[in-house]
């Protein structure tokens, strides 16, 4: 456990991506097995207590340090695990040396609700500071210190000299702590691959146009294709060994969501789409897709009701086929694996599968002027693949490229400002805004609109921080209330009805896309502005 | 029940001794001043006579140009008689180099304001004295049951260690000009560390002035007198402003360290950009704040600047008098 807490502790004052990642690459080089391999996991958000959560932890210390004093303290560091750490009354002498991370990891196990506090106050008692918030970290699952999974992966190919899409591929059938994963990196075993399971394989993704440099020195028709980018959730469809998942982007497995999708599928392939229900509001009739508003009552669900089924059915608007009928076909172009989903088209259910159309655009510029019509047609906006790219993991360079339509503005009044958490721990970043009710000089209200906690940058935090500090007229918590003096302009993609909030809207991906000083709250906009924008 | 050193007013700008007129640390010109050290959040120029410890007046000197006829030295442990019988007597606060707790005395109650203050030993200045008084104006910048610093020999273990794990680096340590980067030297020296130290120009007169004052930092040279290579393996303080600025950028690939206290929280750290945090402070951590008002044992507790919420909240945890009072313009995030 010192290893790993030496490790975690690192890892959070290295900024740079090489540094992190010859950390780990050298952690798991020099560990034994298992450790390493548990490690990975708890790195790789592979790990999962039930019994242990964030307010297990708040128990734990409420038994040990006064509520009050707690409060105050976890407002300050902006982490409960880290409180705890430091706040933990040491034993003056530990019972027993600190625990490795297997015999960790085996006790978080074996913990249930009624034992939890018990025994995870007897390990925290083996631990230093350090120690003890390596350990809460990775018995929540939340180790928020800036390492993403595929870092992860990316350090331990480093460490042993593979390829990483090569252990992207292997990962997924893999369980923590990864023995033949280590046996087959470390040790030249070989790979464990899973043929005839429903595996997941990483996903190939595009990078904003804007700011992107395209050649478009080729023909444009001949060298790109473009499609639609629909307002659903990209999903992976496999079938293999007579078993069917859907898999979200990040690999989570949302078959049980999903039923009528994962049953419709009975040919042994691998499939790339966008998740939609059906509908009228994107791409209008023809498009048959209602608007994300209508699938995410259906995210999340682990048993779905017939009801819910017959009012909001499921299908896929396929986009792409990396292996079918056994054949892998990821390494060719684009445009043969779109003729090869083409061909597959009548053997799939058309109720729960359909192509996602081809547009027929001849320059970047008519594009443009078809990405202009997303908005009246709801899509999220266009896609642009070259037709000669392979189906490649995470974001290649120069091949995809996503280009969203321009977002809607509204100015809102800031209203009450929250302290963010980890690295924001002191910083006021989590706005609620508002717009008026009416005509401001004629008595009308405020009322909240939406919450956003990014858009601006570091110094405008700062800027937006000092504001609140100096412009607070009520505390409640952690919450401040403002003079209600500073408008915001708020950049979203849409905005939907919503009973959740008093002004009966709720707008999609918010974020504070420039501070308007200059303007006088009186002159922000008012509720029926943004009534106008819905599209439901 | 009469109110309790009724005498004493806590102004926004200040603590007013009223039968005197006197006002101490004040943060805008006044007449007479009572300064309890040299941060320039507690000591500035402009007012008409400042007493203070002769150290504290000579950083006052150097720093912001108090001297002459307004400038009063006082000794430590010596009562100094002012207006309407008030007596006031400087007593070492252990914090930087001339730092005093003020001790007040009238009409038959004590008042001490502590300044900033700690309780671990520090080789460039006297050690706290703890003295029975009526009301305890204490600070609370640590002020959080987070903050326990450790042995400072653990942090400069951790110092020297990164220093011989990097010899084609150099470490670059952020230290606040005044007391900081002259304890971190010192505490170097005392862990037998003898290999000159560099520093940054803002730091050069003050690390004179403790030598003048007999404080033994052993050899120093100037960054600016340095190249680039025979910077390698060496260590170089400089002020925290400094760490992240275009002037680093003539040191060999510095290892980023920052002594305070606030480098025990994770995210100070990493917002700071460090990579070598090392918790070093000159303020009374959450025990000894604790520790000291238990020991000093005041009818009543004041809290001045920091995390008042928490220690308000201890003395109520432990049957004791507190208020805070509102003060404006002390910041301690240098520390």
């Known amino acids: ?536 | 029940m009469r109110a309790l050193a009724s005498w004493i007013r806590a102004e926004p700008h200040g603590i007013h001794v009223v039968p005197a007129d006197c006002w101490i640390d004040p943060s805008q010109p006044v007449a007479r001043a009572l300064v309890t050290h040299g941060h320039a959040d507690h000591a500035r120029g402009g007012h008409g006579r400042t007493l203070a410890t002769t150290a504290t007046l000579a950083i006052m000197a150097l720093r912001y140009g108090v001297e002459g006829e307004g400038a009063v030295p006082v000794a430590y442990g010596e009562p100094v008689a002012l207006a309407g019988g008030v007596t006031a007597t400087w007593l070492p606060a252990g914090h930087v180099l001339g730092s005093a707790q003020i001790l007040l005395e009238h009409a038959g109650e004590r008042v001490i304001v502590t300044g900033d203050y700690k309780r671990r030993p520090d080789p460039t200045c006297a050690p706290f004295v703890p003295t029975p008084c009526d009301v305890f104006i204490t600070e609370a910048t640590f002020a959080l049951p987070v903050f326990r610093h450790p042995p400072v020999e653990d942090e400069v273990a951790r110092l020297l260690a990164a220093r011989d794990a990097h010899p084609d680096r150099c470490v670059l340590v952020g230290a606040y000009a005044l007391g900081k980067a002259q304890r971190v030297i010192a505490e170097l020296r005392r862990a037998g560390h003898h290999a000159p130290i560099y520093l940054h120009g803002a730091m050069e007169r003050m690390c004179a002035l403790y030598a003048d004052f007999g404080i033994d930092l052993g050899e120093l040279r100037a960054v600016a007198d340095t190249s680039k290579a025979a910077l390698a393996g060496q260590i170089v303080v400089c002020p925290p402003a400094a760490l992240n600025d275009r002037w680093s950028r003539r040191l060999p690939d510095p290892v980023t360290a920052m002594a305070s206290g606030w480098m025990r929280v994770r995210q100070r750290a990493r917002q700071r950009n460090v990579e070598l945090p090392l918790v070093i402070s000159d303020h009374a951590d959450w025990d000894e704040l604790t520790r000291t008002i238990s020991e000093v044992n005041p009818a009543e507790t004041w809290i001045t600047h920091g995390r008042e919420d928490a220690l308000l909240r201890w003395c109520e945890l432990n049957q004791r008098k507190a208020r805070a009072l509102a003060l404006a313009g002390y910041e301690d995030e240098d520390d």
């Not at chain 1, 990209?234 to 982007?249: F, M, P």
């Not at chain 1, 009322?447 to 940058?457: C, E, I, N, R």
Request: proline letters at 6%.
């Open chain 1, 1 to 536: 456990m010192e290893a790993f807490a030496a490790l975690i502790d690192a890892l959070v004052y290295t900024r740079s991506r090489n540094g992190k990642l010859a950390l780990i690459a050298a952690y798991l080089r020099t560990t034994p097995d298992p450790d390493r391999g548990w490690a990975l996991a708890a790195l790789t958000g592979g790990l999962d207590f039930p019994a242990v959560k964030g307010s297990t932890i708040r128990a734990l210390m409420a038994e040990r340090v006064d509520p009050v004093l707690f409060a105050l303290s976890r407002d300050y560091v902006g982490d409960t695990a880290e409180t705890a750490s430091l706040l933990w009354p040491e034993p003056p002498v530990p019972p027993a040396p600190p625990p490795t991370v297997a015999e960790a990891v085996t006790a978080l196990a074996a913990m249930t609700r009624s034992t939890v506090q018990r025994d995870l106050a007897a390990l925290l008692d083996r631990l230093d500071a350090n120690g003890r918030f390596a350990l809460l970290k990775l018995a929540t699952g939340a180790m928020r210190i800036g390492i993403s999974a595929r870092l992860a992966k990316t350090a331990f190919a480093q460490a042993f000299g593979v390829n990483v899409d090569d252990v992207e591929e292997i990962w997924h059938g893999q369980a923590a702590p990864y023995q033949p994963l280590f046996d087959w990196a470390a040790h030249g075993a070989p790979p464990p691959l899973g043929e005839d399971r429903p595996l997941f394989r990483p996903f190939m993704l595009a990078h904003p146009l804007e700011g992107a440099v395209v050649d478009l020195t080729q023909a444009f028709a001949e060298t790109w294709a473009a499609e639609w980018k629909w307002d659903g959730i990209r999903v992976q469809i496999v079938r293999a060994g007579r078993e069917t998942r859907v898999y979200s982007r990040s690999g989570d497995d949302i078959t049980a969501a999903f039923p009528e999708v994962a049953a419709a599928l009975d040919i042994p392939a691998v499939l790339d789409g966008e998740l939609l229900v059906r509908g009228s509001h994107q791409g209008g009739e023809a498009g048959g897709a209602a608007s994300f508003n209508a699938l995410q009552q259906r995210l999340g669900r682990k048993i779905v009701s017939r009801k819910m089924l017959a009012d909001a059915p499921a299908f896929v608007r396929l986009y792409d086929v990396l292996i079918v009928d056994g054949e892998d076909l990821r390494s060719f172009a684009w445009d043969q694996r779109r003729a090869a989903l083409e061909a597959l088209m009548p053997r799939l259910d058309p109720t729960r599968f359909d192509l996602s159309e081809v547009i027929a655009a001849d320059s970047l510029d008519a594009l443009a002027a078809i990405r202009e019509r997303a908005r009246d047609e709801a899509i999220e906006g266009v896609m642009l693949k070259r037709r000669d790219s392979p189906y490649v993991a995470g974001r290649r360079t120069g091949l995809w490229f996503k280009w969203k339509r321009d977002p809607l503005l509204v100015d809102c009044v800031l209203m009450y400002a929250q302290r963010g958490s980890g690295k924001r721990s002191s910083f006021y970043s989590d706005f609620t805004f508002g717009c008026w009710d009416g005509d401001p000089d004629a008595g009308a209200e405020l009322l909240p609109v939406g919450k956003a906690y990014f858009g601006f940058t570091d110094d405008e935090l700062k800027w937006l921080d000092r504001y609140v500090r100096t412009h607070t007229v009520n505390r409640f918590g952690p919450v401040r209330e403002t003079d209600r003096s500073l408008v915001l302009e708020v950049a979203f993609d849409s905005v939907h009805e919503s009973r959740r909030h008093k002004s009966g809207l709720a707008m999609r991906f918010p974020r504070i896309s420039r501070i308007r000083a200059d303007k006088p709250a009186h002159e922000a906009d008012r509720i029926e502005a943004l009534r106008a924008l819905v599209r439901d």
